[in-house]
């Protein structure tokens, strides 16, 4: 056992606390990661707030990155002292999707337990009740363990920070342009909301070569940020979704090619199926919460042939994607490191939550000294 401190959840609406937990040594398939950083996701602050209902307590954090600390007995794939994203992910590799080679659209992956594939918690309290890892992962802590699987190895030279946003938004964005959506060259783009994921969507726009790049936001400021990124546009969100969508279609010749909805609100879920030119296609990438349901015209998008696609991890298959999306920063091809806005303490995660809920800010990320 090794002594550590985490973020942990343990009542919707109450506020995370930062607690001295014991960490269970690595058993086989298993490794030890000290972690080196851990962003600060909105998936996070839907757990926080309560929008998916999650048991508690549970260490918080998925998109995190550190280094191999210890192998468990056997442990042959990867050796100590190697850096590593951590994948919030492992798919069962037994299921339809799995079979069908879509290992990012898993049901049955244990990482939704939020334990090991046996069940097995690796986190205690002092007075020995069990903590879950957030995703079998549980980044907001000093060192976690989790599967073999899960520690995805990047090349050398890639900053903490970096490596930690690869885990989550990185993936999440540039693989839903890159891969769910395989945006062709000269395509037009409008990406809605600026977040680490949709702001990740527009690097990924960028990369494809689209021609134009309307970035969407209701913070005036992030639309600068955007254009630093690359985006052709910026457009401000107000209340009324028809001016949106006017002037969307304005800068794109009737509607983008393709529209990515990285907030998941059902109202932004709606404009971005309403603003598509016939032939579009919206990608929902914004995670609502459960129960919510959005509604569209069917026959002018039955009509019109438009698509919607959903898109879990940004189709990731994270031993290959992971160190291709490393080596394209190491190339100077994504600009991640001008994602972290801040870097923060763990003790600092509150304050970061009251950021991210106000839509201030890019991403906030822990680091661990
Ligand atoms: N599909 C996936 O696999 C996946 C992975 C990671 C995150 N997510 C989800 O993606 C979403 C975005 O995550 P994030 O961390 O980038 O969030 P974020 O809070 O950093 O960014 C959201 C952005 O949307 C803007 N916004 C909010 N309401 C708006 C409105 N009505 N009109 C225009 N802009 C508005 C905010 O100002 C902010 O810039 C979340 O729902 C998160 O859970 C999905
Ligand atoms: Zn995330
Ligand atoms: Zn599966």
Redo the contacts with the bound molecule.
Sequence with gaps: MSAIRAAVFRDPGRPVEIEPLALAEPRAGEVRVRMTASGV???DL?VRDGDWPRPGPVAMGHEGAGVVEALGPGVTALRVGQPVALSWLVPCGECRACRAGMPWACPSSPSFGHRMADGATVLETAGGEPVLSYCGIGTMAEATVVPVAAAVPLPDGVDPGVAALIG??VS?GVGAVIKTAAVPAGASVAV???????LSCVMGAVLANAARIVA????PA?LDVAREFGATDGLL?GDDRVETIAALRDLTDGGPDFVFE????V??VELAIEALPIGGTAVL???TPFESRASFAVFPFVDGSRRILG???GFADPAIDFPRYAQLVLDGRLPVDRLIDRRIGLDDLEPAFDR?RS?EGLRQVIVFD
């Design positions: 996701c909105h998936s839907h989550c938004c999440t809605i909301g600026l977040g680490g994921v949709g969407i936001d209701r913070v992030k969100a990285a907030i998941g609100r109202p932004t990438v914004g995670m898109s879990n991890y991210l839509g």
